[in-house]
């Protein structure tokens, strides 16, 4: 099992930044991935970013490229979120996930085992 626990929500202003961040324990050592996911109240989760653990390679939603930046603490076994430029529209949980295999760019909910409870981010305009 693995447990993730994710911190860093709140409410900032259109413009803004915020850091989340995803601590990870029990067996990480049998996931590849760690993903961020958000869901905004009515819709599907949807993919935001993921990174590799062995080789640090990320990629990213179109809706989020250029503005969020997501990074990792191998040591700690931590993964973050920087977000900047947060408009409106990045209004929604955004939950942490572990999974994938070795190759591709997981990106559906599917290919991840592992869910944190997740962390409320609200973007005032």
């Known amino acids: 099992q693995v447990q993730l626990v994710e911190s860093g929500g709140g409410l900032v202003q259109a413009g803004g930044s915020l850091r989340l961040s995803c601590a990870a324990s029990?067996?990480?050592?049998?996931?590849?991935?760690m993903g961020w996911f958000r869901q905004a109240p009515g819709k599907e989760r949807e993919f935001v970013a993921l990174i590799r653990w062995s080789t640090g390679g990320t990629y990213y939603a179109d809706s989020v490229k250029g503005r969020f930046t997501i990074s990792r603490d191998n040591a700690k076994i931590t993964v973050f979120l920087q977000m900047n430029s947060l408009k409106p529209v990045d209004t929604a949980v955004y939950y942490c996930?572990?999974?994938?295999?070795?190759?591709?760019?997981?990106?559906?909910?599917?290919?991840?085992?592992?869910w944190g409870q997740g962390t409320q981010v609200t973007v005032s305009s």
């Open positions: 996930a572990a999974g994938g295999g070795p190759y591709g760019l997981p990106v559906r909910t599917d290919e991840y085992d592992y």
């Open positions: 029990g067996r990480t050592f049998s996931s590849y991935v």
